[in-house]
């Protein structure tokens, strides 16, 4: 199968950084998409930010010019560099990709990692 493994995650103060990487591994014969979703205590899980395969990249409105994600293919990995981090920040961020597997080449499978705790506090 497909593991996601998220790292960086911790306690900032505001206005500073901090820097999530995740990495794929097992059956993997590409990925299409990957990238970050965020859940809120009382919120929905939203997207942070996602990089297709052709280079096109989402990123949701509260973090556009203060998060940068970047992918990297040869090491199937994606991180997202988060600058001047808010108290509205605050989540557990969630590695997403979409794959397509050794296991079924045809067709293209979600994938999550277990969450990393970002806490942005004073």
């Known amino acids: 199968q497909v593991h996601l493994v998220e790292s960086g995650g911790g306690l900032v103060q505001p206005g500073g950084s901090l820097r999530l990487s995740c990495a794929a591994s097992?059956?993997?014969?590409?990925?299409?998409?990957m990238g970050w979703f965020y859940h809120a205590p009382g919120k929905q899980r939203d997207v942070v930010a996602l990089?297709?395969?052709?280079?096109?990249?989402n990123y949701g409105s509260s973090v556009k010019g203060r998060f940068t994600i970047t992918r990297d293919d040869a090491k199937n990995t994606v991180s997202l560099q988060m600058n001047n981090l808010e108290p509205e920040d605050t989540a557990v961020y969630y590695c997403?990709?979409?794959?397509?597997?050794?296991?079924?080449?045809?067709?293209?499978?979600?994938?999550w990692g277990q969450g990393t705790q970002v806490t942005v506090s004073s």
């Open positions: 997403h990709a979409v794959i397509q597997t050794t296991l079924r080449p045809q067709g293209a499978d979600s994938f």
């Open positions: 097992g059956n993997i014969s590409d990925i299409l998409v």
């Open positions: 990089t297709a395969k052709n280079g096109n990249t």
